[in-house]
């Protein structure tokens, strides 16, 4: 139901666009976010956004730097990463912020920063 991919390995200071397709017919009516999980860490909320698109919300540690955004028509939520830094190493994940809409988090796609 929740299918991320586009990361990968990349140099501090480089963009990436993660991409997540969802198939849920109700796709148009769920808030969606970026989640991230860390070696040892906690999986953490990086970025939301509002089921029309109009509202986005952040952590800290990402603002200004990642952008979600999402195309209802085609089901997909996305993450423009700029100014990665090596903290951002990470798997990444799509899911409603409810976390009620699906079963379980679905594939995650790994992001490496380099130094």
């Known amino acids: 139901q929740l299918q991320a991919f586009g990361g990968g390995l990349v140099q501090a200071g480089g963009s990436l666009r993660l991409s997540c397709v969802v198939s849920r017919s109700i796709f148009s009516l769920i808030d969606m976010g970026w989640y991230r999980q860390a070696p040892g860490k906690q999986r953490e909320l990086v970025a939301g956004i509002s089921n029309g698109g109009s509202s986005t919300t952040y952590a800290d540690s990402v603002k200004g730097r990642f952008t979600i955004s999402r195309d209802n028509a085609k089901k997909t939520v996305y993450l423009q990463m700029n100014s990665l830094k090596p903290e951002d190493t990470a798997v990444y994940y799509c899911?409603?912020?409810?976390?009620?809409?699906?079963?379980?988090w679905g594939q995650g796609t790994e992001l490496t920063v380099s130094s």
């Open positions: 899911r409603d912020t409810a976390m009620k809409f699906f079963n379980s």
